[in-house]
């Protein structure tokens, strides 16, 4: 066999590589860390920690900037970042974004908090902008029942109940249950900061930076893009709106360019 059907052979056997995200198409990839229930016991607060938040913030404005992303979204342990339908970053190969998305998410936030930590990586598409609205909604639903989940549970166990103990008292019950328990005991789930029961948000915002040209000198200002973490991000249909106004505000922006 000669070297160039050997090589073919070989390549061919890259079975995947052809795969690609379909074309004008919405998406979004997700990274979720890996076993972090674990990673996280004993390192950080429970049930929420502001320096564990941090580093996911650091690790989702990475993944918008080095991805060129709209909009990132994290809560919990998971970051959602959002492309324009127009997006061609690595011709949208799927091996490509998926796996350097999880490797970026990795070595972002092991960098951030000093521990081996490591993410896994999909990838949603939405043909329309009603379907990435449910999207963050989908998501943000998460976040808030994770947050009073997790209220109840480790108030539960700072009382001195057992994981089984705990566990069993939550099993099944409404929000309602969970909400008065926490009232019970002092808690007002409602005034808990918004960044545990909402998430947090990073998209691009644009700003003028003043300056001085050295050949004219004269001074000038240039608009700039930087990015703005929002950790009081509005809810439900509040928040259709904002991401909404997201994704309009990139159309405009594809149409100007
Ligand atoms: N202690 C602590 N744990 C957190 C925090 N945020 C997320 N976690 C943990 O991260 C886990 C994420 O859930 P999931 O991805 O389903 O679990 P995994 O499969 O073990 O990674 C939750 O169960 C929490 O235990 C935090 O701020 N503090
Ligand atoms: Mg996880």
Request: glycine share 6%; charged share 30%; with cysteine.
């Given at each position: 066999?000669?070297?160039?059907e050997?090589?073919?052979?070989m390549?061919?056997?890259?079975?995947?590589h052809?795969?690609?995200?379909?074309?004008?198409?919405?998406?979004?990839?997700?990274?979720?860390?890996?076993?972090?229930?674990?990673?996280?016991?004993?390192r950080?607060?429970?049930?929420?920690?502001?320096r564990?938040?941090?580093?996911m913030?650091?690790?989702?404005?990475?993944?918008?900037?080095?991805?060129?992303?709209?909009?990132?979204?994290?809560?919990?342990?998971?970051?959602?970042?959002l492309?324009?339908?127009?997006w061609?970053?690595?011709?949208r190969?799927?091996?490509?974004?998926?796996?350097?998305?999880?490797?970026?998410?990795?070595?972002?936030?092991?960098?951030?908090?000093d521990?081996r930590?490591?993410?896994?990586?999909?990838?949603w598409?939405?043909v329309?902008?009603?379907?990435?609205?449910?999207?963050?909604?989908?998501?943000?639903?998460?976040?808030?029942?994770c947050?009073l989940?997790?209220?109840?549970?480790?108030?539960l166990?700072?009382?001195?109940?057992?994981?089984?103990?705990?566990?069993?008292?939550?099993?099944?019950q409404?929000v309602?249950?969970?909400?008065?328990?926490?009232?019970a005991?002092?808690?007002?789930f409602n005034?808990v900061p918004?960044w545990?029961?909402?998430?947090?948000g990073?998209?691009?915002?644009?700003?003028?930076?003043?300056?001085?040209?050295?050949?004219?000198?004269?001074?000038?200002?240039?608009?700039?893009?930087?990015?703005?973490?929002?950790?009081?991000?509005?809810?439900?249909d509040?928040?259709?709106t904002?991401?909404?106004n997201l994704?309009?505000?990139?159309?405009?922006?594809?149409?100007?360019?």
């Open positions: 066999m000669n070297n160039d050997f090589e073919a052979r390549r061919a056997l890259e079975y995947y052809n795969l690609k995200l379909l074309p004008g198409t919405w998406t979004v990839l997700r990274v979720d860390g890996r076993g972090f229930s674990r990673f996280t016991e004993e950080f607060d429970k049930p929420f920690d502001a564990f938040s941090d580093s913030v650091t690790t989702a404005r990475v993944l918008l900037e080095d991805f060129q992303g709209l909009y990132a979204y994290t809560e919990s342990d998971e970051i959602s970042v492309f324009p339908p127009s061609t970053l690595f011709d190969e799927l091996e490509k974004l998926v796996s350097l998305s999880a490797a970026t998410a990795s070595a972002t936030f092991s960098l951030a908090c521990e930590a490591t993410f896994d990586s999909r990838v598409l939405g329309t902008e009603r379907d990435v609205v449910d999207y963050f909604r989908w998501r943000q639903a998460d976040a808030g029942r947050a989940n997790g209220w109840a549970y480790w108030t166990r700072q009382e001195g109940a057992t994981r089984a103990e705990a566990t069993g008292t939550l099993h099944g409404s309602a249950f969970k909400n008065e328990l926490l009232f005991r002092g808690v007002n005034e918004a545990q029961r909402r998430g947090v990073l998209y691009w915002e644009t700003y003028e930076k003043n300056g001085f040209n050295p050949v004219t000198r004269q001074p000038v200002t240039a608009t700039r893009r930087r990015v703005r973490v929002d950790r009081d991000l509005p809810m439900k509040e928040y259709t904002f991401i909404r994704l309009r505000r990139t159309e405009r922006e594809e149409v100007r360019t």
